[in-house]
């Protein structure tokens, strides 16, 4: 197997065989990452892909999934794509689901047909960096998708037969914005009805540009009573009408969280007070990582 420069994955894919279809992310532009600033983007050869499949096929006697890297690999071609999900289907029959990080755009740009055929070809599901409900903090980042964008691309997704998980991240409207982040944070988690809903929390790395902005004292990030302040506001707002599972245990969360809503909402809301009662439950700064 080759891969090229440092590789991310989602947690829930740890288990899984990493496949690089893309080198970094064609946007790679948002202020709070640092993840592909190493790499200049571009689109394998497909011939080394499939190289690479048939590789691991030799070396693993079982592959339960795969994940298709790097950062937003849904930007090829239905039909590059689909061509890499049939050797995958060949090559490992036993194979349960596929993965694969996607921006809203990427979605957006497939038409319903052609998000269905990959579903049928064994993409199961689609990771999207939503980060923030709000437009203002997204413009903030320079994110580059707004919110109506990626609630579009969640359902249309999910009507096709590809689920999502989708991530915010706690902290990234600073202390500014931080109660317009939780509420319409909480709001689109209620409006795009996504299989899964993840939080990660703000952790700085030098090599992104925001730790400019706090340095001039443009961006205030928050202490971990304020992010479990911050998420508790938005669990208040959060009322999806089909269940989703919910995850807040990441390694750079303060608190950790596992439920479904909006059937958990008010356990994990009591949790939530119980640390805001008693700081010793917040984890430790030395203990969070990315």
């Given at each position: ?80 794509l ?14 349960s689901?596929?993965g ?12 319903p047909?052609?998000?269905?055929r ?21 413009e ?23 689920r ?72 208040q ?47 430790d ?6």
């Open positions: 197997m080759r891969y090229e420069g440092n590789i991310y994955r989602p947690p829930s894919e740890a288990y899984s065989l990493l496949v690089q279809v893309t080198i970094g992310c064609a946007y790679n532009k948002c202020t709070f990452c640092s993840m592909f600033k190493d790499k200049q983007f571009r689109v394998r050869d497909v011939k080394e892909v499939i190289e690479d499949l048939i590789e691991a096929r030799s070396i693993y006697s079982h592959v339960d999934k795969i994940f298709l890297c790097d950062g937003d690999a849904m930007c090829l071609s239905t039909d590059k689909m061509f890499i999900m049939e050797n995958i289907k060949a090559l490992f029959p036993e194979l689901r596929v694969i990080y996607a921006r809203a755009q990427d979605i957006l740009r497939k038409s047909e052609d998000l269905a990959l579903a049928d070809a064994g993409l199961g599901i689609a990771y999207i960096g939503a980060e923030s409900g709000s437009d203002l903090v997204l903030r980042v320079n994110k580059g998708a707004g919110r109506a964008d990626t609630v579009a691309a969640v359902h249309k997704a999910e009507e096709n037969g590809i999502t998980s989708v991530t915010f991240i706690s902290g990234l409207g600073g202390r500014k914005l931080w109660r317009e982040h939780a509420i319409e944070t909480g709001e689109m988690i209620s409006e795009m009805d996504a299989s899964y809903v993840s939080l990660l929390t703000l952790m700085l790395d030098p090599s992104a540009s925001i730790t400019d902005e706090i340095a001039r004292g443009e961006f205030e990030v928050l202490s971990g009573e304020e992010v479990v302040e911050e998420t508790y506001l938005l669990l707002h959060a009322n999806p009408k089909k269940s989703c599972v919910f995850r807040s245990n990441h390694a750079s969360n303060y608190v950790s969280l596992r439920g479904n809503l909006p059937e958990d909402r008010d356990m994990m809301l009591s949790q939530l007070e119980k640390v805001m009662k008693d700081r010793g439950m917040l984890k700064e030395r203990f969070r990582m990315l």
